[in-house]
Every structure is written in C-alpha cells, then in structure tokens.
C-alpha cells in the first residue's frame, strides 16, 4: 500500500499568512489521485482538492493544491480564522491510505 | 441535497459484530458514477477506509480487515450496511458512510460524508 507522510505535523500561523502542508507518498500516486480534506473538531472531513489540484464545489480560491508523482501541496495563500483546524491528504489511486494529518493551529 | 445518514449500535461487546447502515436522501444510491463506501476514525487520530460498494453490489475492501468485514445494498431502501465480525477495542472509533465520485473504484474521491457515529466496543 502506498504511505502518505504529511508535514509539518503542527503549523502554527496567524490568520492573514499564507499555509504551506506537505504530502509526500512512498511511491508514485497513480494519475495524480490526490485528494486534500479539512476537518474541524466534533465534525466530518470535508473535501478541499481532488485530482491534486480540483477544487471541490465551493471552496474559496484561497486553497490550491499542486504536485504530482510523490510530492504534493496543499496552499492557503491567507488564513481566515476559519481555516484552523486539521487537513488530510488521501490518495485514491489504489487502496485508498490518508496522511496522518496536518494540525493548523492559530500563532 | 444529498444527506447520508448512519445509524447503528453505539455499543458493541469484544466478539461480537459491529452493524452500522447509511441512508441516502437527495440522491439515488443506483446512480451511476457514484460508489459508496465506509471510513472510520479511532478517537485522536486519523482516517483508515473500509471498503466500497457499487449499486450493482460489487465491493472493494482494505486488504487489513477484508477478512472481518461485510459491506452490502439495499437500492430499494436506498441504503448500505457495514458489518465488522470479531470485533476488539481497537475497532473503537467514529465511522463514515460516505458517497465517491468516479467512474472507477480506483480513481474515486470521497465528495459527502456522512455525520459520523462512534462506536465503542466494550464489554
């Protein structure tokens, strides 16, 4: 199965400043199948990016996502208060695995 | 607008089976483009899939618990069922029923979630 290793595991920022997480798999993700999810506390994941760089049915053009083969990203190019919580990165490509998560914490 | 909704036991002893449904509203589970699946999150940490299911009945589970786990649909009632045999404390978490886009299993996001519910197994 492919392993997905997220990083920082803590980003600590302040709303208006730019978010730079990391995805980086074991081996190549097929066709670029990778998905980026925001979850906030007490609820479920929410879909951000598929396809490495799609941005789902109305998400703010603040999120982007790039990458392909092993290494992807996940930009939110200036926090809102809102954007606090935990992302994940998936890849879809062949038994679907998540990253371990990436907390983003209010500096 | 599409609503999953699961429902099931709160509580299940070591052993036993753990049984959770999801039912679909604002949509059919019988179209096409689309597989259902289930997700789960042990408390504090992070997300593990399950397995899938198409309408046509055809499934795909993780390697780790395909021998434990039963994955089925029901169009008629517009839902599908999860069913984890043997179950022990590290079955602990929230499950997911949720809804993938795509025209194959693999190359399928997870675009609706449901709203989770957790499940604790306890004696």
């Known amino acids: 199965e492919i392993v997905l290793t997220q990083s920082p595991g803590t980003l600590s920022l302040s709303p208006g400043e730019r978010a730079t997480l990391s995805c980086r798999a074991s081996q190549s993700v097929s066709s670029s199948y990778l998905a980026w999810y925001q979850q906030k506390p007490g609820q479920a994941p929410r879909l951000l990016i598929y396809g490495a760089s799609s941005r789902a049915t109305g998400i703010p053009d603040r999120f982007s996502g790039s990458g392909s083969g092993t290494d992807f990203t996940l930009t939110i190019s200036r926090l809102e208060p809102e954007d606090f919580a935990v992302y994940y990165c998936q890849q879809y490509g062949s038994t679907y695995t998540f990253g371990q998560g990436t907390k983003l914490e209010i500096k | ?123």
């Open chain 2, 1 to 123: 607008q599409l609503q999953l909704q699961e429902s099931g036991p709160g509580l299940v002893k070591p052993s036993e089976t753990l049984s959770l449904t999801c039912t679909v509203s604002g949509g059919s589970i019988s179209s096409n483009n689309y597989f259902w699946g289930w997700i789960r999150q042990p408390p504090g940490k992070g997300l593990e899939w399950i397995g899938s299911i198409y309408y046509s009945g055809s499934t795909y589970f993780n390697p780790s618990l395909k021998s434990r786990v039963t994955i089925s649909v029901d169009t008629s009632k517009n839902q599908f069922s999860l069913k984890v045999s043997s179950v022990t404390a590290a079955d602990t978490a929230a499950y997911y029923c949720a809804r993938l886009s795509g025209d194959y299993i693999w190359g399928s996001y997870v675009g609706y979630w449901g709203q989770g519910t957790l499940v604790t197994v306890s004696s």
